[in-house]
């Protein structure tokens, strides 16, 4: 911070062009293009790919709205496939259905840091010769196949909102492509549409740009994202262990992915009581998310109802979200399955 206030270079500088190459180099990534927040790297990423007004986006809705907000701030309309139940990401089998005559891209959720079943997925975008756009905003480290989430479409797309594996000290987001095309035109489409000479204008853009204060900070803990990393699937393996035999149903770890665990997640059919029972003993938890995004008011012009998407529907009734961060304790580990193990009625169906 102090090296940036000598500098008096507040916008666009040195910090940001440095964070852009570290972090797209830590995601097997050519390029990176710091932007103002992971919704905006969504927007500005689709746009790049040639998404517009009148087109469809095929992605899930057991999320929280900023993906499908982004999909119609590039003027498009939000589709939803249904999840597969053990990882809540986006089921390849879905898609073929799911797919309609106006789908230019494909938008997968890395949910809860860990990476959807890409393979398929790219194969389905690959014959409609459409691109993947990953929601990587949860996933920072995460790999698939033992590449980096963010890697495997034609752009990834980070939050570094400060509860995000990897946070900044407010809103802060980043697209990583291998496409310079592609990342030239992001950088474009985040400072207005401004391109070369300076102040020439060929295209609409907005204001969103990763200031130089975030980016000085975010250089400093991605030296420590790996190590966080670790220590959050540390503490994952233990839940797994300890939770065996309780109320509930732990994560599904796919063998294919690295998980990062942004998010420990749960499910249980008797969630509402669960949560309740934990709040009465001082352990915290969380739903992410009750209402899926076809069911949100504000996209009832859908025309989706209840029913249309059953697994994306189950999940958001049962998933409960349980304490996890790099620091947490053994002790503070040990009470949160303490607490479950004393739940009334545990050994029944999770």
Known sequence: MERVFRRSSFILGEELEALEAEFALAHDCTHGVGVGSGTDALHLALRACGVKPGDDVLTVANVWVPTACAIRAAGARPVFADIDPRTFAMDPAKIARALTRRTTAILPVHLYGQ????????????????????????????????????????????????????????????????????????????????????????????????????????????????????????????????????????????????????????????????????????????????????????????????????????????VLSLPIYPELTAAQRRRVVDAIREFPGRKGRP
């Open 115 to 318: 990476v959807a079943d890409m393979d398929p997925i790219l194969e389905a975008a690959a014959k409609r010769g459409i691109p993947v756009i990953e929601d990587a905003c949860q996933a920072h480290g995460a790999a698939y196949r033992g590449r980096k989430a963010g890697s495997l479409g034609a752009a990834g797309c980070f939050s570094f909102y400060p509860t995000k594996n990897l946070g900044a000290y407010g809103d802060a987001g980043m697209v990583v492509t291998n496409d310079p095309a592609l990342a030239r035109r992001v950088r474009s489409l985040r400072n207005y549409g401004e391109t070369q000479p300076r102040y020439t204008c060929r295209e609409t853009g907005v204001n969103s740009r990763l200031d130089e204060l975030q980016a000085a900070m975010l250089r400093v803990k991605l030296r420590r994202l790996a190590e966080w990393n670790e220590r959050r699937r540390r503490h994952a393996a233990r839940y797994d262990a300890d939770l065996a035999g309780t109320a509930v149903r732990v994560p599904h770890a796919s063998p294919t992915s690295r998980h990062v665990y942004h998010l420990y997640v749960v499910r249980s059919d008797r969630r509402d009581e669960l949560r309740a029972w934990l709040a009465k003993r001082g352990v915290g938890s969380a739903v992410h998310y009750p209402i899926p995004v076809h069911l949100q008011p504000a996209f009832a012009d859908l025309g989706r109802r209840r029913g249309d998407l059953p697994e994306t529907e189950r999940a958001c009734n049962q």
